[in-house]
Nanobody, 115 residues
Framework: QVQLVESGGGLVQAGGSLRLSCAAS????????MTWYRQAPGKQRELVGYITSGGTTDYIDSVKGRFSISRDNAKSTVRLQMDNLKPEDTAVYYC?????????WGQGTQVTVSA
């Protein structure tokens, strides 16, 4: 069973930056594709981006050029660097991975961007 714990959320002004972290345990981290999702109030959860075991990344169009995902296999941690934040980035951010056809989620961390 995989456990995921996010940290690093908070309140920031528009144009600011935050870095989220997700610590994983319970599985060989280097084998896992790690994905970040977010859910804004009243909206469906949406995929933000992911990083494969080989380090390939991809992002939704609305965050390309502003968000960056990286991984530290030695620390079993994935990070989401968010720059030039906008009020529409306000959401609860979740770390996710899929292993043996089962989806694992962290508890989420709140990101609030004020105008």
């Amino acid at each position: 069973q995989v456990q995921l714990v996010e940290s690093g959320g908070g309140l920031v002004q528009a144009g600011g930056s935050l870095r989220l972290s997700c610590a994983a345990s319970g599985a060989p981290f280097s084998d896992l594709t790690m994905t970040w999702y977010r859910q804004a109030p009243g909206k469906q959860r949406e995929l933000v981006g992911y990083i494969t075991s080989g380090g390939t990344t991809d992002y939704i169009d609305s965050v390309k050029g502003r968000f960056s995902i990286s991984r530290d296999n030695a620390k079993s941690t994935v990070r989401l660097q968010m720059d030039n934040l906008k009020p529409e980035d306000t959401a609860v951010y979740y770390c996710n991975t899929n292993r043996r056809s089962y989806n694992y989620w962290g508890q989420g961390t709140q990101v609030t961007v004020s105008a």
